[in-house]
């Protein structure tokens, strides 16, 4: 039997996910019993000191073991770290750390959700591409900018290194290394118990997209302005950097710097998003939305809009708004 350490952080909270994770294990296990075959995974809660409790409401959780006592697992699962990120990464250095030398000795790692911060802090996933919620992804990119963060991505597998997307789409990771360790009929019995779909690939179309202003170039904020602003229209990037009286080469530049995005696909952004929010608030037709958000050419805002979210216009118009009729 496999041992399986699920890590409780110092001072969290429990999320969702952390006890979802024990549940199919635990069914997982008791199918494959059921079916005349062994238990694969013995799961041990492991943190920083005996009494590290973690709390959800009325419910708690209190660790089996301290890392001091156990000298090698074959899985570490790291949950979500909760809202405040770089404060969670402070009080769990020694977590860190222990991941680290797990990892060296042969241990493979999975991250749920922002779990993935412990990973890239451990420099596990330097090289490597990394999913985690997309609401964190600003923080993320200018914490580990030698990380490939793949926000559009559910599951991330690479040198026995797993990170997962946000919130529920953590269960698709675990249920992806049940199919791994168990097999693909009990991957598909703990996926119809839990209510997940085993097979889904992508968050694109949860991600919503705000501009990231969290900088000091006001210059470029002046220009990200301007974009928001101008939806409607055809933005020249040449007359852009004319308006914030940048030359176009360092304009190209401090805006990547800035935003994580060339001006250019800062503009798709954009506007993505905002046709995004009329296909989910108006019973306007694909086209209206098109013109609304300054695209002209249909195939052309089809292949972008699908690029960004995963869906074609009339795909997610008809997922996300359900008042909508067929055009």
Known sequence: MKQLAILLPNRATAS???????????????????????????TTLIGDAKENIVKHGSFSMHQDRSFDEVMKTDMIIVPSLGDNIETSLKQNKRMIDWVK???KEGSEVASLCTGAFILASAGLLNGKQCSTHWRTAEVFKRLYPEVNLTIEKIITE???VYT????????????????????????????????VDLDRN????FIIFSGQKNHKDDEIKKA??????????????????AKVSIDRRTFDRRFKKATGNSPFEYMQRI??????????????NVNEVMYDVGYSDLKAFRN?????????????????NKESVVS
Not at 169 to 183: P, Q, R, T, W
Not at 202 to 205: A, E, P, Y
Not at 224 to 241: H, M, R
Not at 305 to 312: A, H, M, Q, V
Request: some cysteine; aromatic content about 12%.
């Open 271 to 284: 506007k993505v998003e905002a046709a995004k929010k009329s296909f989910e608030s108006t019973r306007k």
């Open 158 to 160: 690479e040198h026995g």
């Open 16 to 42: 969702s996910s952390l006890i979802l994770t024990i549940e199919v294990i635990e069914r997982a296990n008791e199918y494959f019993i059921e079916r005349g075959k062994g238990a694969v995974f013995k």
């Open 304 to 320: 972008i809009f699908k690029k960004i979210t995963g869906l074609s216009p009339l795909e997610y118009r008809n997922k996300y």
């Open 224 to 241: 990200q302005l301007f974009i928001e602003k101008n939806i409607g229209n055809k933005i020249i990037v040449e007359e852009l950097s």
């Open 164 to 195: 997962s997307g946000g919130a529920i789409f953590s269960m698709n990771l675990i249920l992806h290394i049940i199919e791994k360790y168990y097999d693909r009929e009990t991957a598909i019995y703990c996926a119809k118990i839990s209510g």
């Open 202 to 205: 992508n968050q694109s179309d």
């Open 101 to 103: 030398s797990q990892y």
